[in-house]
C-alpha cells in the first residue's frame, strides 16, 4: 500500500470503516486497527517512537510492551443520565469513571513550530506487513505467519497464547492485546477482501484517494510506479530494519513567512530533519522531484507522476483490486 500524506485530511473515515468491520467483538473496543495521528504528535500509543523493537544490525532491538493506558482506553460516556435522566441542563457529557490521561487522537491538530509557521500533517498508519516482520521472529509459538500468496502477515488466535512478545518486538506498535480472548490481534490487511478481488476497508472508503493498493512487483499497477520507478514514497523509519510494505509519499508544506509577513523560500515550514527522521534521507530527493514535477505541470507539460498521485480513475489507484464488494455474497465462518 501507498499512502499520499499530501491527500489526508484527517478525517477518520478510513478508521472508522476498519472498525465496523474488523475490531466490535469483546475486548477490542479500545483497538484501532488503522490510526490517523497529527504530526508532529505522540502518536498512538502514546511515544511508540521511544518504544523500540524492530532490528539494528541484522540483530533483534529489545522493545518495550505498550499498556492498555499507553493506546488510550475506550471511554464510556454518561448518554443514559445526559438524555434520558430527567437532569435537564444541569448534566453534560462527560466520561464515566476516571479521567483520562491519552486517547488515540489525544493531541490531534496540535503539530509544532509557531504561528505563523506552524505546521503539522496527518500520518494514517496500519501494520506495515513487513518482509521482515519482528513479530513473526519474536513469537515463540510459531502462531504468526506471513503468507507466501500475497505477504500478508497474520496471527494465528488458536495458536496464540498471549504471551506478547510479538507486542514488544514490532517497532510501529501496531499490535493489539485481547484482554477477554487473550490473544494479540492486529490488522489482516483485508485478506478476506483481497481474496475477492476487492480493495481494503480503509482504502476503498478514503474520500480523499490518499491510498493505494496492488503488488509490489506488478509493473502495469500503481505501487510499483510509485514506490521503483518513480521512487515517490518511501517507507516508514526504515531504520526500524523491518523492510516495511506500505509506503508513503512525503508531505508538502506552504512556504513560510518572514518577520515582514512576506513569502520566505529560503527554508521549509516542515523542517527537513524532522522528515528525514520519519522517512530516511531519501525524503529530501523525493521532496525535489515532487517540486519538479509539479513544476512542469504548471509549465503545462506532462507528468505521470502528478497523474498518478492525483488518481482520475479510482480503479487506477487499486492494481486490480476494484471489484465492487455489494456485488459478492459474504459468508461469515
Known sequence: MVMDLNKCIGCQTCTIACKRLWTRDEGMDYQWWNTVNTMPGRGTPRDWEQMGGGFQDGKARPGKLPSRRDFGEAWEFNHEEVFHGGKGDSVHLQVKGEEPDWGPNWDEDQGAGEYPNAYYFYLPRICNHCTHPACLEACPRKAI???????????????????????????????????????????????????????????RQCPGRVRFVGYRDDEEGPIWKLVDKWKAALPLHPEYGTDPNVFYVPPLAPPRFDEKGDVDESKPRIPDEYLVSLFGPKVLDVLALMKSEMAKTRAGEKSELMDLLIAYRWKDMFGGFDRDPATIEWVKS
Open 145 to 203: 505467519e506471513k503468507r507466501q500468496e500475497d505477504g500478508v502477515v497474520l496471527i494465528n488466535e488458536d495458536r496464540c497464547r498471549g504471551y506478547r512478545f510479538c507486542m514488544e518486538a514490532c517497532p510501529y506498535k501496531k499490535i493489539y492485546f485481547n484482554h477477554a480472548e487473550k490473544v494479540s490481534q492486529k490488522c489482516i490487511f483485508c485478506f478476506p477482501r483481497i481474496e475477492q478481488g476487492v480493495a481494503n476497508a480503509c482504502a
